[in-house]
């Protein structure tokens, strides 16, 4: 029997969220939807994320070894949520859906204004995981804003909503 990996995700919910963004040839940033991220190393920190290889975000991480990934507050809700139903080579999503971005200090790619968190990074490493690629990348600048309340993906990636 194969496994209802969607009913598991949905049992855990909520998971985590975030915007990644990245550099597309063109200067212009892409932004998508993601929940596969986690910590993997404290010293020197370091981040894994996983991408579908259909997706345009994963081309871009790969042209330019490098990403954001901004944790973002209620008042994108709907805007980041539309960031994970739409690609970016059809889409300039950052203006489509009104989400402003800033520069980073160290690379060249955008953060989202409306962080929580967002953390500059550098791709160290790559491992081919099936249908994902899962990317490995030290965090090289962290921004923080405490005042923000921030979402996460519910009903396993149905909806976004702050705890
Ligand atoms: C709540 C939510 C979470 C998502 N998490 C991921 C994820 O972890 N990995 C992934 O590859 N796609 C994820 N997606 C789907 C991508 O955001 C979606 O395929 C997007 O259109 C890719 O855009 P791009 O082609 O511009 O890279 C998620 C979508 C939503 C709505």
């Not at 550099?23 to 939807?33: E, F, H, I, S, V």
């Not at 975000?57 to 994108?76: A, M, P, R």
């Amino acid at each position: 029997m194969p496994i209802n990996v969607s009913a598991v995700q949905k049992a855990l919910s909520p998971n985590p969220f975030c915007l990644i963004a990245t550099t597309k040839p063109d200067g212009d940033t892409n932004l998508m939807a993601l929940s596969w991220w986690t910590f993997v190393s404290n010293q020197p920190a370091t981040i894994a994320v996983c991408l579908s290889k259909k997706g345009f975000s994963g081309e871009l991480i790969k042209n330019t070894s490098e990403f954001t990934l901004s944790v973002v507050g209620d008042e994108l809700k709907s805007a980041a949520f539309s960031c994970g139903t739409c690609t970016g080579r059809k889409v300039n999503k950052a203006k489509e859906f009104g989400i402003e971005l800033v520069n980073s200090l160290i690379v060249k790619t955008k953060i989202v204004k409306a962080l929580k968190v967002a953390l500059e990074c550098k791709v160290i490493n790559s491992v081919d995981v099936n249908d994902h690629i899962m990317f490995i990348a030290e965090i090289v600048e962290a921004h923080i804003n405490p005042e923000v309340s921030h979402l996460y993906a519910f009903n396993g990636y149905a909806n976004l909503s702050t705890i």
